[in-house]
């Protein structure tokens, strides 16, 4: 019965030319213990320069801008998101406009993502909105398509969480049905972070239809409980369309925790603890995180495992991103500083 209700969305995503992409799990050494093991997921191996979120949900995405045709593609966000600078790389891949309207004053310094994204933008493509103005950006983005009607546009809203970008990031739950199936096991729980919360809430909504008890750690590292709640409630009543199906609001919320970071609460906000965590991951366990959301992540996770003494095996989602770290050369030479030889 699961499994046929798995393959309907499986089958219905197909329909759509819609891959599940894979990506593979392992062990980690240093995080967990022995009651409660942790794996890795290694969404940071979709692709080199976007992160894995923004991949999966491009692979909806896309497509649906493709249809549209749009002269130009008006993507919104900060001037170091990691959307902004994913989608550029798929929009002109696809003879696509980026057309940018990111926060700012006026042209910030040359560095970490925006350096990135400036080497495929060109800055007569960049429109900066001030921070006072922010709260409107969608409304003055829609006010520049009137006042250049000639032109046809298609807008992505920060970090694109739109419907479109739902069947796309639907891949990930299914994907890790199948790292389950390749181990011949079940994860207790599943940590992930959360920025518009989009990624986290396809997790859940799948999880919740087809009755998995795996249980979902969400971090917030960025937005507020009552905004991720009403976007989760948003896109369940899409899921319940997508999938003509009925996912019961009281069995969503048994399926997750949301988790508010302990330390550096704020989006951005980071550390010296953050960045000597990037080096004791990179050190212990070979791989390379960011400060903003995956070094975030491994910090509480390890605290949110000894608190609520959970057992496991856990699946802790590394979703890239890890292109942001050019930005922090200073941060990261401190911190290699102070770990000397202590850290081996
Ligand atoms: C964008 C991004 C997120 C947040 O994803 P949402 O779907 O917006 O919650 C998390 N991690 C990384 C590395 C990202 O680039």
């Given at each position: 019965?699961?499994?046929?209700?798995?393959?309907?969305?499986?089958?219905?995503?197909?329909?759509?030319?819609?891959?599940?992409?894979?990506?593979?799990?392992?062990?980690?050494?240093?995080?967990?213990?022995?009651?409660?093991?942790?794996?890795?997921?290694?969404?940071?191996?979709?692709?080199?320069?976007?992160?894995?979120?923004?991949?999966?949900?491009?692979?909806?995405?896309?497509?649906?801008?493709?249809?549209?045709?749009?002269?130009?593609?008006?993507?919104?966000?900060?001037?170091?998101?990691?959307?902004?600078?994913?989608?550029?790389?798929?929009?002109?891949?696809?003879?696509?406009?980026?057309?940018?309207?990111?926060?700012?004053?006026?042209?910030?310094?040359?560095?970490?993502?925006?350096?990135?994204?400036?080497?495929?933008?060109?800055?007569?493509?960049?429109?900066?909105?001030?921070?006072?103005?922010?709260?409107?950006?969608?409304?003055?983005?829609?006010?520049?398509?009137?006042?250049?009607?000639?032109?046809?546009?298609?807008?992505?809203?920060?970090?694109?969480?739109?419907?479109?970008?739902?069947?796309?990031?639907?891949?990930?739950?299914?994907?890790?049905?199948?790292?389950e199936k390749i181990e011949n096991y079940e994860f207790k729980n599943l940590f992930i972070e959360s920025a518009t919360g989009l990624t986290a809430i396809a997790v859940i909504l799948v999880f919740v239809w087809l009755h998995k008890t795996t249980h979902v750690h969400v971090l917030l590292v960025a937005g507020q409980t009552k905004i991720f709640l009403e976007k989760l409630d948003h896109y369940r009543k899409l899921f319940e369309k997508f999938m003509a199906t009925d996912l019961p609001w009281e069995c969503v919320l048994r399926q997750f925790s949301l988790h508010i970071p302990s330390i550096n609460r704020s989006f951005g906000a980071i550390n010296s603890a953050i960045f000597m965590k990037i080096l004791d991951v990179a050190r212990h366990e070979g791989f390379l995180t960011d400060p903003i959301y995956s070094a975030k992540l491994f910090l509480e996770t390890e605290r949110i495992i000894d608190n609520y003494k959970l057992t496991g095996p856990n699946l802790i989602i590394h979703s890239g991103g890890a292109l942001a770290l050019i930005g922090y050369q200073t941060q990261l030479r401190k911190a290699w500083k102070l770990a000397g030889d202590n850290l081996r």
């Amino acid at each position: 019965m699961l499994i046929d209700k798995h393959n309907d969305l499986v089958q219905k995503l197909h329909a759509m030319h819609l891959n599940i992409v894979h990506s593979r799990i392992h062990k980690l050494k240093t995080l967990g213990n022995l009651k409660s093991p942790c794996f890795v997921k290694r969404e940071d191996e979709l692709s080199f320069g976007i992160s894995g979120t923004k991949f999966r949900k491009y692979l909806s995405l896309l497509p649906h801008i493709l249809e549209d045709s749009p002269d130009q593609v008006i993507v919104i966000g900060s001037a170091f998101s990691n959307n902004v600078l994913g989608l550029s790389q798929r929009l002109i891949e696809n003879e696509l406009t980026p057309l940018l309207f990111l926060l700012g004053a006026s042209t910030p310094k040359l560095i970490g993502n925006f350096l990135l994204t400036s080497l495929f933008v060109p800055s007569d493509q960049i429109h900066w909105i001030s921070r006072i103005d922010w709260p409107k950006v969608e409304d003055i983005t829609y006010q520049y398509t009137q006042e250049n009607s000639s032109q046809r546009f298609f807008i992505i809203p920060e970090g694109a969480c739109m419907p479109e970008a739902l069947p796309g990031a639907l891949t990930l739950p299914l994907d890790i049905l199948e790292n389950e199936k390749i181990e011949n096991y079940e994860f207790k729980n599943l940590f992930i972070e959360s920025a518009t919360g989009l990624t986290a809430i396809a997790v859940i909504l799948v999880f919740v239809w087809l009755h998995k008890t795996t249980h979902v750690h969400v971090l917030l590292v960025a937005g507020q409980t009552k905004i991720f709640l009403e976007k989760l409630d948003h896109y369940r009543k899409l899921f319940e369309k997508f999938m003509a199906t009925d996912l019961p609001w009281e069995c969503v919320l048994r399926q997750f925790s949301l988790h508010i970071p302990s330390i550096n609460r704020s989006f951005g906000a980071i550390n010296s603890a953050i960045f000597m965590k990037i080096l004791d991951v990179a050190r212990h366990e070979g791989f390379l995180t960011d400060p903003i959301y995956s070094a975030k992540l491994f910090l509480e996770t390890e605290r949110i495992i000894d608190n609520y003494k959970l057992t496991g095996p856990n699946l802790i989602i590394h979703s890239g991103g890890a292109l942001a770290l050019i930005g922090y050369q200073t941060q990261l030479r401190k911190a290699w500083k102070l770990a000397g030889d202590n850290l081996r």
